[in-house]
């Protein structure tokens, strides 16, 4: 088993069921450009707090599993040039000693593993744009099948195949609601163009869903498609140039595997001359505001 450490603040609000939201550390790693990343992870932390809400920063560090870090442990996943860990990763660090920056997936599964219920995030990883002939699928989907946790995200990025990333998500029986949308979103835009079957309108009804999903026995987590507000979303024109051109030069590359997903984000910041990373900050912190409701709305329920 991997060691688990909880930081004294995640595991006095877990003991007294207050609320907790998790937070990953790819993002912070590998999804923004330094020195933007440190003072976003601080920003999100800061956000819940100001909301009445603890952090959990997830990250391994020298081979243990942190759920909250400190001030030190928030600078080493901005500054450190560490690995990206999904789940698979985990215990391989935990044998070396060696430290990791968890993507969705290894976040969800460490945070669930410590109580926590609820996890906010930029954008769900997904089925890759030629996956049919790559198989590259994230493993953040087939661990959110198994790990019941909430996810606030916007959606998945518009890198992917969006369409085979809904499909995915309703063979694995992940539930999927729109936060007050109709439609599902794609990370920097409000609108991917695909219909959902659900919506919300508010955080009171996902701890409802939570709570059901409980009683029923399930092990799957829930999807809160939380779409960034209209005023911050990205030009879709500008959007769509940049992105086929991120895409062909990927292409070109040949990349292929872990590095794909941090390549197209920093080369869309560079190509967009920062704009991306000004949407991509707007619709995390967008998530992290929801993801406090919703954890507060859970804590309240018990
Ligand atoms: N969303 C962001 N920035 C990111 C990611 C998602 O806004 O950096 C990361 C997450 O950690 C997610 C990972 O789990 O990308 C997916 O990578 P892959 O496609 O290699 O599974
Ligand atoms: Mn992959």
């Not at 049919?132 to 989907?141: I, K, Q």
């Not at 409980?214 to 959007?239: F, K, Q, R, T």
Request: net charge negative; charged share 25%; glycine share 8%.
């Amino acid at each position: 088993m991997v060691a688990l450490t909880l930081s004294a603040e995640v595991a006095d609000a877990i003991a007294a069921r207050r609320p907790v939201v998790a937070l990953e550390s790819t993002i912070i790693s590998h999804g923004l450009p330094h020195p933007r990343n440190h003072a976003a992870a601080l920003e999100f932390e800061q956000q819940l707090r100001d909301a009445g809400v603890t952090p959990a920063t997830v990250a391994v560090l020298d081979g243990v599993a942190h759920v909250g870090l400190d001030a030190e442990g928030v600078r080493r996943i901005a500054e450190d040039d560490l690995a990206k860990a999904s789940v698979r990763d985990l215990p391989i660090l935990a044998a070396r000693g060696a430290s990791g920056a968890t993507t969705v997936a290894a976040t969800a599964h460490l945070a669930n593993r410590a109580g926590v219920r609820v996890f906010a995030t930029g954008g769900l990883g997904g089925v890759h744009r030629g996956a049919s002939d790559s198989f590259d699928e994230s493993a953040d989907l087939p661990t959110l099948a198994a790990t019941p946790i909430t996810v606030v995200s916007a959606g998945v990025k518009s890198v992917l195949d969006i369409a085979a990333t809904l499909e995915r998500l309703e063979t694995l029986s992940v539930p999927v609601v729109g936060y007050r949308t109709r439609r599902f979103p794609a990370f920097w835009l409000r609108d991917s163009g695909h219909d959902l079957d659900w919506t919300v309108e508010g955080a009171e009804e996902v701890a409802a869903i939570m709570a059901a999903r409980d009683e029923g026995g399930s092990s799957a987590g829930i999807l809160v498609a939380n779409p960034v507000p209209e005023a911050e979303e990205w030009d879709p024109g500008e959007h769509d140039r940049i992105l086929d051109a991120a895409l062909a030069e990927a292409d070109t590359a040949g990349l292929r595997g872990k590095a794909v997903t941090p390549f197209l984000l920093g080369r869309i910041v560079e190509l967009s001359g920062g704009r991306s990373l000004e949407v991509n900050l707007d619709l995390a912190r967008n998530n992290v505001r929801v993801a406090a409701e919703v954890a507060i709305a859970w804590a309240a329920r018990r």
